[in-house]
């Protein structure tokens, strides 16, 4: 059973300009962002982002001096009263992101709600928490050393959980008294938190009555959650349980049905690669499906396009026009079962017969993870990558199948989960055995 816990969240000052304190969360972040946010002083990212030049020691060092800077200053207060809290995000998408989905998934305006709190961590995939996507050692090294050096929880960790009857999210609209993706703001209930980052609006409300906290704590009882961005961070707080005893973490639990939860791919753009064999690889394990000039909506609409699981199709750019490959299904149907996998079966046919056996190069140095097709193809077309691969985008329903039924993990940078967080809405200090004194 998932145990959540009320808790006292750390927020930056409200008597600050906090637009200008924010940031994205680290994990998202490139030397030209981190120099952008760095310019303040007094922006969370010099406490939770490494900067590309610093070591790890550097870093850990550099980030709890500026903690302490922030606590003592009051840049960062503590929130008086333990509660639950409602993480809001109203977010739009750009038209090319928007042509990726189908159409019954298009909307002008997102609008999510997620519950955060403190969720008692164990060991992924040995009880009530998976995860989906494998993780790199040193990166969950990091965040725990950051973590036990600042005792904080800078972001939380978001992850969904299946509810068909919508009943949480129906009962943080019934309280904040609207429906999305409307918001009528109630005088009596502002939220504690409300900030712009990116064009996405942000949102945090405080439930600290007690008969509510009661009834949260009754709807959660029994759930199983699906961990969608922060593995690391998880993993970290593992290592914290394990190694230190800090049984609890700081986590945002999101409806997987709610329509403003996305998971979008990262496409990728490769160079150093020998592109006679490439060609040779296209031919031996796919036909051509589509051509043309330029990426519109009927490239998606075809790249969409399935007979079955294992009709795969990939989009192509090479700097001079879209194509559109469709996979030898026989032989992807045999792949998948070589693999025992079937969700994610496009990106184990682009890496296993396309990427992996012609780069010449390093992987992690020669193929490049991108947001939007239209930043792998603008790689191609500054001549810094030689080939583009566009991908579909995965359902919740397939993380859940990969990781529930198939108890698999996606490669890393599989999944592109929509929308995130940032970094300095809502953090929490971590005092061992304090989630003890707010049971509820």
């Known amino acids: 059973m998932v145990e959540i816990r009320p808790f006292k969240a750390t927020i930056l000052n409200p008597r600050m300009q906090i637009d200008k304190l924010i940031c994205p969360v680290y994990d998202t972040i490139d030397t030209e962002t981190y120099k952008k946010f760095a310019h303040e002083k007094n922006n969370i990212i010099h406490v939770t982002t490494r900067r590309k030049d610093m070591d790890s020691d550097?870093?850990?060092?550099?980030?709890?001096?500026?903690?302490?800077?922030?606590?003592?200053?009051?840049?960062?207060?503590?929130?008086?009263k333990p509660a639950f809290y409602i993480y809001g995000i109203m977010y739009s998408l750009t038209p090319e992101i928007l042509a990726l989905l189908p159409e019954k998934d298009r909307k002008s305006l997102y609008f999510v709600f997620g519950l955060v709190s403190l969720v008692k961590v164990e060991e992924l995939g040995k009880g009530n928490i998976v995860g989906?996507?494998?993780?790199?050692?040193?990166?969950?090294?990091?965040?725990?050393?950051?973590?036990?050096?600042?005792?904080?929880?800078?972001?939380?960790?978001?992850?969904?959980?299946?509810?068909?009857?919508?009943?949480?999210?129906?009962?943080?609209?019934?309280?904040?008294?609207?429906?999305?993706?409307?918001?009528?703001?109630?005088?009596?209930?502002?939220?504690?938190?409300?900030?712009?980052?990116?064009?996405?609006?942000?949102?945090?409300?405080?439930?600290?009555?007690?008969?509510?906290?009661?009834?949260?704590?009754?709807?959660?009882?029994?759930?199983?959650?699906?961990?969608l961005d922060g593995h690391h961070r998880y993993t970290a707080s593992n290592l914290l349980r394990e190694r230190d005893g800090i049984e609890y973490t700081m986590m945002m639990l999101m409806e997987g049905g709610d329509r403003a939860l996305l998971l979008l791919p990262w496409h990728r753009a490769v160079r150093n690669f020998n592109e006679q064999e490439l060609a040779q690889k296209i031919r031996e394990n796919f036909s051509i499906d589509w051509e043309s000039d330029i990426n519109d909506e009927e490239f998606y609409s075809r790249l969409r396009k399935r007979r079955s699981e294992f009709d795969i199709k990939l989009g192509i750019y090479d700097g001079k026009k879209f194509s559109i490959l469709r996979a030898d299904e026989k032989a992807a149907h045999d792949l998948s079962r070589e693999k025992?996998?079937?969700?994610?079966?496009?990106?184990?046919?682009?890496?296993?017969?396309?990427?992996?056996?012609?780069?010449?190069?390093?992987?992690?140095?020669?193929?490049s993870f991108n947001a939007s097709p239209e930043q792998a193809i603008t790689r191609v077309d500054s001549k810094e990558y030689k080939v583009a691969f566009?991908?579909?985008?995965?359902?919740?329903?397939?993380?859940?199948?990969?990781?529930?039924?198939?108890?698999?993990?996606?490669p890393q940078k599989s999944t592109l989960f929509l929308p995130k967080a940032a970094e300095g809405i809502v953090m929490r200090k971590i005092k061992n055995g304090e989630e003890n004194n707010y049971f509820i």
């Open 390 to 410: 566009l991908l579909n985008p995965f359902s919740i329903k397939d993380v859940e199948r990969k990781a529930f039924i198939e108890g698999k993990n996606f």
């Open 132 to 227: 989906h996507e494998n993780i790199f050692e040193v990166n969950s090294n990091e965040r725990y050393r950051l973590m036990k050096g600042s005792m904080m929880n800078f972001s939380p960790i978001a992850a969904e959980y299946s509810m068909p009857g919508h009943d949480l999210n129906n009962l943080f609209e019934e309280y904040l008294g609207f429906k999305r993706p409307d918001f009528v703001p109630d005088p009596n209930k502002p939220p504690v938190v409300d900030v712009t980052l990116n064009g996405s609006r942000h949102f945090l409300w405080e439930i600290n009555d007690e008969k509510i906290i009661r009834k949260i704590k009754k709807l959660t009882k029994g759930l199983k959650l699906l961990i």
């Open 58 to 80: 550097e870093f850990i060092k550099y980030a709890t001096k500026e903690l302490d800077r922030f606590i003592n200053s009051k840049i960062l207060v503590e929130r008086e």
């Open 340 to 367: 025992k996998e079937i969700v994610g079966l496009d990106l184990i046919v682009l890496h296993e017969w396309l990427i992996n056996p012609v780069i010449q190069g390093k992987p992690v140095e020669d193929v």
